[in-house]
T-cell receptor, first 113, second 111 residues
């Protein structure tokens, strides 16, 4: 158990819908990262937050948004969902702002039908 | 730009050694290595920083050639538990804090 909690574990939704994925980082970790993993694209970095502020942005679509709350948990919002958004979404956390050992949650499996 | 990993897949017998390579076309600040078993989350193995600093697990070794923008992960005396997909992630110089992962190398260790 990495100490990073993601909910829900599985999510099935229809195209055009909006979903919210939640991540609780390890106790004491200030940085949260979101990744998307699909079979053809591999592990894609989406976005990073540090202590409530956005630090780095990767290949995150405009339909996607994220935020980190004062209690340090983070949410990834996916809207106007398309079939291609079906993937495993991981959240990871680390202590420091820069890149350091990151601990991954078990992921949320999103299926868009 | 996505780093290139080689080989794409490798099959070993227990006790054999393997080297996984990661190459980037950009000047790098850091290289990160993770292992992921099927159906599980990636697990941190090592970070190598420009200038020689490293952080990682004792049983894992890796190198970082800053001039060639290449990193290699060395798996010696492989165990069954080493099986999984190995990903390298690279951060370009400039401190962008964006980590770009390669497509992975699938390692299978057989008895």
């Amino acid at each position: 158990d990495s100490g990073v909690t993601q909910t829900p574990k599985h999510l099935i939704t229809a195209t055009g819908q909006r979903v919210t994925l939640r991540c609780s980082p390890r106790s004491g970790d200030l940085s949260v990262y979101w990744y998307q993993q699909s079979l053809d694209q591999g592990l894609q970095f989406l976005i990073q937050y540090y202590n409530g502020e956005e630090r780095a942005k990767g290949n995150i679509l405009e339909r996607f948004s994220a935020q980190q709350f004062p209690d340090l948990h983070s949410e990834l919002n996916l809207s106007s969902l398309e079939l291609g958004d079906s993937a495993l979404y991981f959240c990871a956390s680390s202590v420091v702002r820069g890149w350091d050992e990151a601990f991954f949650g078990q992921g949320t499996r999103l299926t868009v039908v | 730009q996505q780093p290139v990993q080689s080989p794409q897949a490798v099959i070993l017998r227990e006790g054999e050694d393997a080297v996984i390579n990661c190459s980037s076309s950009k000047a790098l600040y850091s290289v990160h290595w993770y292992r992921q078993k099927h159906g599980e989350a990636p697990i941190f193995l090592m970070i190598l920083l420009k200038g020689g600093e490293q952080k990682g697990h004792d049983k894992i070794s890796a190198s970082f050639n800053e001039k060639k923008q290449q990193s290699s992960l060395y798996l010696t005396a492989s165990q069954l538990s080493y099986s999984g997909t190995y990903f390298c992630g690279t951060e370009a110089q400039g401190g962008s804090e964006k980590l770009v992962f390669g497509k992975g190398t699938k390692l299978t260790v057989n008895p």
